[in-house]
């Protein structure tokens, strides 16, 4: 594998970086922006070599990216090594990063809500105002899940329209502007 530019170890260290402040470890998310950037599939010892870092840290990585879906492995012939690839599609990568999110953090998060409050509701301990606060957070995860199960369906093309349009939705809706 060829040096990385400046430009591709910058981007690769920002990504690292945003990793950490989306609770992502930083080698998952620099191997993840070293595949995003490559136009070839990568094997785990271009990886090393390119981010250097440790075989370990790799191969940890490749396994947690491809959890997400987001890293899929790929054979190349003549080739007996494994070799890793990123989707390409920026707005499908976000789809499935979106999904898993809200698998893994937005879900268990309603379900606890949901058990906190018919808990509360049994357990005299439990004040009026707490209870309330539980259910305005239930109804806003299980609001906002609720309408990005519609707009996941959607094709990138009408997405990508809906969030151009921005305020002018308020205007349609006579609630602004």
Known sequence: MKALSPIQQKFIL?????????????????THALLFISPK???ADD????????????????KELQSW????????????????????DVWEMFRVVL?????????????MLHECIAEGGKDKLTDAYTQQRLNDLREFFETTSAWYVQIRQWPTSAIVK???VGDKVLKVLGLGG
């Open 14 to 30: 920002h990504w690292g970086e945003m990793g950490t402040r989306w609770g992502i470890n930083r080698t998952v998310a620099q």
């Open 47 to 62: 990886i090393v070599e390119a981010l250097g870092v440790a075989r370990s840290n790799v191969s940890t990585s490749l």
């Open 99 to 111: 999904n898993e999110r809200k698998r893994r953090e937005i879900d268990p998060t309603t379900q």
């Open 162 to 164: 809906f969030v151009k």
């Open 69 to 88: 879906g987001i890293v899929k492995l790929v054979h190349i012939l003549g080739d007996k090594r494994d070799h890793f690839e990123s989707m390409k």
């Open 41 to 43: 599939p990568l094997n």
